[in-house]
């Protein structure tokens, strides 16, 4: 019994660190007639894979629900290393000021 509830511990604790920044965006009637706008981007009714601004959308006329697909970087040497977007990745790199060389020992939360 111990070990299963050592088993959901860890489990709720990986699910909570995994999880994306999310949210939604509400229409009013015959504001979304077209798609959904984002950060000035008309995008078309149902799924979205993947935005110009890294998130994972669903469309509809009466609501738009995004998360993203990345994780942010937190509790990284903030002396010796710094935090670059690659957007073509949609993913944040942790990397040595001089020079540009990954760093380790740093976390991820969504």
Not at 47 to 63: A, D, G, L, Q, V
């Amino acid at each position: 019994m111990k070990i299963f509830l050592a088993f959901l511990l860890a489990m709720g604790i990986i699910v909570t660190q995994g999880d994306a920044f999310c949210f939604s965006k509400l229409f009013k009637p015959g504001e979304a007639e077209k798609g959904c706008m984002l950060d000035g981007v008309l995008y078309p009714f149902g799924e979205i894979p993947r935005t110009e601004n890294c998130f994972r959308c669903s469309c509809s006329k009466n609501e738009m629900h995004c998360c993203s697909l990345y994780h942010t970087p937190v509790n990284y040497d903030k002396e010796t290393c710094k935090v670059i977007f690659n957007k073509k990745n949609c993913d944040y790199e942790v990397v040595q000021k001089h020079p540009s060389k990954p760093c380790s020992g740093y976390a991820r939360v969504g």
